[in-house]
Each structure stands twice: as structure tokens, then as C-alpha cells.
């Protein structure tokens, strides 16, 4: 089924698609309509465009934004941030307190990128423009975001995919804006009825422990909806915290194993590939479809967490 972007995810949240990477349905900004117009997540610089395109089509004038949420510092997530802000005079960027000194002076955010994404840097995020410290907010555990007269945002923080990930607690639609820390969910297999959640282990601050922490943190809230970094919304929360609690153990266990063998993170994402892949065809999903494409980056970077982890540990 085509589905028109913005998409309107229910009265007051629409999703913008950023074409991450270029491909569809990757990597989104939220955009909730409350007295004080909020983003969440901004996608990486080359996003930007159609990000401002999506709000041109909302109606929504730059100067009109007030917040910008980013979930974690990631630049598939944050690294647009400060290019967007540029044109938006009122808005402020809303961080966690461990990531606020690294959207001010991103050197070594994009070190961090450069070294798991190495020739393809300058493509997939160029221009990181820097912060200014006045024009960051800093909100931690626990802190609330007045955003309309009905609508007092919640900071968790959520640690596992990255010790800079908060989450999102909204009351109005009782869901949670996720970012990366309970798994990625696949849009593109949506409409043949086939939900597909991973976890997200990229490097180089997964923990294992603590991402558990935060499935069994957003479980016991009983959310009527977890919204997505890597992409879209889910109605259906406890099934999808179940799949991504399935999978965590698994790529523990692959990981474990190639690091055993004295392998190296190629290794860990042809295995865990071939995992994904073997369920996906016997749900009927044929070879050859762009979303094993989109699968395969993921496992790429995440078998990089992975390893890094237990190089570490």
C-alpha cells in the first residue's frame, strides 16, 4: 500500500520520512502539533531537506518550531540538528545531559563516525554544524517538557543502545518516542502483515544489561504506542519488546561465538543475516526485496557493537 509522507499517525503526530541513506522508510522526524510545535529526531544533514519539505506541506513555518528533540547524539538521529536549527530562530535542541557537550563541538562525534563508516562519511552526513551551548537544552531523568496546555512531555533515560539515549514518555497518546534503545522496526514489511523488530548494538557504548533494562522499563508501562527511530509506530508494544528480547540473546550468543573463533564483525553479520533471513523466508518475504538491503547495514554496524563489547569486556 503507498503511504503518503507526512504520514498522520494519529489527531497530533505526523511522520516525516528522511530518506536516510536514501532509502525510504529508514530514518524519520516526528512532528507533534501542540501549542509549542516539537520535532523528535532530525536524521542526518542530508535529511534535512525533505524534512523541511514535510513541514512546508504540514504548513508549518520554521520560525513556528519551538523544540527539537533528538533521542541520543547519533548522527543518523542528532546530526542534522544543528543545520536545521539554523533556520528555525525560535527553537531550541533538547538533549541529554551526556550528549549536550558533543552537539556543541561534535569532533569527536564525527571521529566516531568516521571510523564505522569510513569513505562514505562526507555522503551520508556532511555538513555537522556545531550548537550553540545557549540554544541546547539539557533534560535528564525524570524532567518534563511543557509542550501544550494537555501535553507535558517525560524524560527516561534509557541506556543500552548509548549512554546518551533518553526516551520520550508522551501522556496524550500514552507512547513513548523510542529513538534506538528497544530495536529498530522495519516499515517495509508492514502491509504483507509481517512485524519485524531487531535489536540495535551499534558501537560504541552497547550494553547488553542495560538495553534489557530499558525493554523491561517501557513493558511495564503498558504504552499504547512506542514510536521509532528506524521507523514508524507501533500499536502493539508488548509484541514488539517480545520480539526484540528474543533476538538480543541471539546475537549475544553469534557474537560470543565469532569472537571465540578469533573472527571478526563481517563474520557476525553474515551469521546473524542468515538468521534474520531464514525467518523472513518462511514468512514469504522473497530474496531480493530492498529491505534485506536495509537488514544488512543494520547487522553490519550492529556486529561492530557487538564485538566492540566484547573486546572490551
Known amino acids: 500500500?503507498?503511504?503518503?509522507?507526512?504520514?498522520?499517525?494519529?489527531?497530533?503526530?505526523?511522520?516525516?520520512?528522511?530518506?536516510?541513506?536514501?532509502?525510504?522508510?529508514?530514518?524519520?522526524?516526528?512532528?507533534?502539533?501542540?501549542?509549542q510545535i516539537t520535532l523528535i529526531e532530525t536524521g542526518p544533514s542530508p535529511s534535512i531537506q525533505h524534512v523541511k519539505n514535510g513541514l512546508e506541506k504540514l504548513g508549518i513555518a520554521l520560525d513556528q518550531i519551538k523544540f527539537i528533540i533528538v533521542t541520543h547524539i547519533h548522527l543518523d538521529h542528532a546530526g542534522g540538528a544543528g543545520l536545521l536549527l539554523q533556520?528555525?530562530?525560535?527553537?531550541?535542541?533538547?538533549?541529554?545531559?551526556?550528549?549536550?557537550?558533543?552537539?556543541?563541538?561534535?569532533?569527536?562525534?564525527i571521529a566516531g563516525a568516521k571510523a564505522v563508516y569510513t569513505d562514505r562519511f562526507s555522503d551520508l552526513f556532511e555538513p555537522i554544524v556545531p550548537i550553540p551551548e545557549e540554544r541546547l537544552l539539557v533534560m535528564g531523568e525524570s524532567d518534563q517538557l511543557k509542550i501544550g496546555p494537555l501535553c507535558t512531555l517525560e524524560f527516561l533515560d534509557t541506556p543500552g543502545h548509548a549512554n546518551h539515549h533518553f526516551s520520550i514518555y508522551d501522556p496524550v497518546s500514552h507512547g513513548v518516542f523510542a529513538g534506538d534503545t528497544v530495536g529498530i522496526r522495519y516499515e517495509q514489511l508492514v502491509d504483507e502483515g509481517i512485524d519485524l523488530f531487531l535489536p540495535s548494538t551499534s558501537p560504541n557504548q552497547f550494553d547488553p544489561k542495560a538495553m534489557h533494562q530499558a525493554i523491561e522499563r517501557l513493558r511495564a508501562m503498558e504504552l499504547g504506542a512506542i514510536y521509532y527511530g528506524h521507523f514508524g509506530m507501533t500499536t502493539r508494544p508488548n509484541a514488539a519488546l517480545k520480539q526484540v528480547s528474543k533476538w538480543l540473546p541471539i546475537f549475544l550468543e553469534e557474537a560470543e561465538a565469532v569472537f571465540t573463533e578469533g573472527k571478526g564483525s563481517d563474520i557476525l553479520a553474515q551469521r546473524l543475516f542468515e538468521l534474520v533471513a531464514n525467518e523472513l523466508r518462511a514468512q514469504g518475504v522473497q530474496g531480493g526485496r530492498e529491505v534485506y538491503s536495509i537488514i544488512e547495514l543494520d547487522l553490519q554496524v550492529s556486529s561492530m557493537g557487538l564485538m566492540d563489547y566484547l573486546a572490551k569486556r
Open 1 to 35: 500500500m503507498f503511504k503518503r509522507y507526512p504520514l498522520q499517525l494519529n489527531e497530533r503526530i505526523y511522520l516525516i520520512d528522511g530518506f536516510d541513506m536514501g532509502f525510504p522508510e529508514r530514518t524519520g522526524t516526528y512532528v507533534i502539533i501542540e501549542e
Open 87 to 109: 533556520e528555525c530562530p525560535n527553537a531550541k535542541v533538547v538533549v541529554h545531559p551526556k550528549g549536550a557537550r558533543h552537539l556543541s563541538d561534535p569532533k569527536r562525534l
